[in-house]
DNA sequence: CAACACAATTTTGTATACAATATTGTTGAT
DNA sequence: ATCAACAATATTGTATACAAAATTGTGTTG
């Protein structure tokens, strides 16, 4: 990490920052967050560190340990099934509403997304790919206008991307832009069940790319796993 | 509020204790939060308030002002209407899930509720009776065993309190109970489609219950409303 | 007396000092 | 050499001091 003195950090602004590091698997599941380093990192004082790492432990990307310090977290395949579950509810209506609800501007936006996510991809940025890729659908819940839903997404999109970093199977890339060029062309066609029905398979999709078997926690994090 | 000197107060006990709080309208929307306040009642230094204040506002249910203080949020009729429909995404198939896994023990525990929920109606305990209706729904999550939707859902519902304190209409209080009882004889059958079906008219209920006309925004909070 | 400017006060924002806790390193006894 | 006890170090937890901003109060001027 880099010191930038040009301007002063908000805590809201390094929320933001860690965020689409972890996101972009420049900070893998498991990285220690140590708040001296990041005050100097980001050349602000640890009261605005700690701020930013309690706002990203709300948002289950970083797990804090008292007394022992900030992790970026390690969801359980528990806790991923999890995830992927709350998303199968939400996401597939959401695609619905906003198909509905779609402007030839929105479809712009959607298409600028996945062209800049195959460029990504062939610029070797697969980290900013899968931020892209995960945009995508924080994007639909912006058009379907539902703000808090959106909120929700965001945070499980986020989570998702942890859970590709531990769980991740196949390397198949190009399934997602395929399922996402389907629901694109669901959208401009304004039909909201194929849609719906687009998303639900997409999820589907994703989660069978998964290995969450229960067997093989990957104990990546040292003596954490076997001490307590 | 009253110093309690016994224990010391963790960040974490302050929300609980401040969440519920707003949860049984003892602090309506629009109240200020003052951290010397805070602190003073607490016992303990405005850093923790500072932490408190920052995980209720991430929950929704406390607005910070930059420079201006927090304040009980007030949610816009317009977050009132998204704030259901997230619930409507939810809380049905997470009734379905939970009749499924339903077992003697949970079947008691929800019964509990609703007569906790009836002797404070008796007692005159309104705000009590409210939490533990919101303690119901929560519930019915534990019970699917969703902890990541179930955290959802306890947002939704203490952001509900603050929108029934706002824009309730009916007085009818026993309309909620009613419903409740017809949840619990669908749980006791594990009869997850009439359990899905009761949970999505219940809210339903609610909302119409709720006066969500675009007209008279109520300007509780002074010059707020008219200076910006 | 109304309106404005400016001072005083209050309240929040940030940094830092110190305390508490956990981790690491060292010494010494067996 | 192994292990335990203890010291040294590093890191987080909390309180407080100070800075910045907003609010309130006061007085001057027209």
Redesign the pocket.
């Known amino acids: 990490m880099e010191t930038i003195e040009t301007k002063?950090w908000?805590?809201d602004m390094v929320v933001v920052d860690l965020e689409r590091a972890i996101h972009e698997h420049r900070l893998p599941p498991g990285t220690?967050?140590?708040?001296?380093e990041l005050s100097e990192a980001y050349g602000?004082?640890?009261?605005?560190v700690?701020?930013a790492l309690l706002a990203l432990s709300h948002r289950h990307l970083v797990e804090?340990k008292?007394?022992?310090?900030?992790y970026v977290a390690q969801p359980s395949i528990r806790e991923a099934r999890e995830v992927f579950e709350a998303r199968a509810l939400l996401e597939p209506r959401t695609a619905h509403s906003a198909a509905l609800r779609m402007t030839d501007k929105n479809l712009a936006l959607l298409q600028a997304n996945i062209r800049d996510e195959h460029a990504a991809l062939d610029a070797g940025e697969s980290g900013r790919a899968l931020f892209l890729s995960g945009q995508f659908h924080v994007e639909i819940a912006r058009i379907a206008d539902q703000s808090t839903i959106e909120i929700f997404i965001s945070q499980l999109i986020s989570r998702s991307s942890l859970i590709i970093a531990l769980y991740w199977r196949r390397r198949a890339a190009l399934c997602e832009t395929q399922a996402h060029h389907a629901l694109l062309d669901a959208f401009a066609r304004k039909d909201g069940g194929a849609a719906e029905q687009l998303m639900k398979s997409h999820l589907l999709d994703l989660v069978t790319s998964l290995d969450l078997r229960n067997v093989s926690e990957p104990p990546t994090s040292l003596r954490d796993a076997l001490n307590r």
Chains 1, 2 share one sequence.
Not at 66 to 70: D, K, L, P, Q, V
């Open positions: 002063s908000t805590s220690k967050l140590g708040e001296d602000i004082s640890r009261t605005i700690r701020a804090l008292r007394n022992r310090g900030a």
